[in-house]
């Protein structure tokens, strides 16, 4: 037998075992599987250059916790993931690189707990408007949501 030829046999065998590998390899999970994002909301900002949060409720339905890694908005210049801090003092924000979401839990980004600031809005921002921000979570993946524009508390 001359060298690199495969009798067909084996070719077949081969075959095979390839197709059974690439049956056994997991599918990565539809961006957004097992995550629900709802009441998506932003107090109102009739001023450009404000610093905002946005606030969210995120529903992990997966047995596998998650990470919220960066928010993508076409009003605000920037974003950070902040947490409160209660050490020494009065409570103070503080910039984290994610915000863990268990596995099987609802989060609700809060002004008062883990939440997102949207840093240096370009546009007024009226009561009943709506935009579109990209959620990027480290395992789901990109997902869009709609945001609402609601009167301050």
Not at 22 to 41: F, H, N, R
Not at 57 to 74: D, G, I, Q, Y
């Amino acid at each position: 037998m001359r060298a690199g030829v495969v009798p067909a046999g084996r070719r077949q065998s081969l075959a095979a075992v390839a197709a059974l590998l690439v049956s056994m390899t997991p599918a990565p999970a539809a961006a957004g599987e097992g995550l629900t994002l709802s009441e998506a909301w932003v107090p109102a900002a009739p001023e450009v250059g404000r610093d905002i949060p946005l606030l969210i409720t995120v529903k992990n339905e997966t047995s596998a916790p998650e990470a919220l890694l960066r928010v993508r908005c076409p009003i605000a210049n920037f974003s950070e993931r902040h947490t409160v801090d209660r050490g020494e003092g009065a409570p103070a924000m503080r910039s984290i690189p994610n915000i863990p979401i268990p596995a099987g839990s609802t989060l609700v980004l809060l002004p008062t707990a883990y939440h997102v600031m949207l840093l240096q809005t370009r546009e007024p921002l009226e009561p009943g408007k709506r935009f579109t921000c990209t959620i990027v979570f480290q395992k789901a993946g990109s997902i869009e949501t709609e945001v609402e524009v609601r009167k301050s508390p």
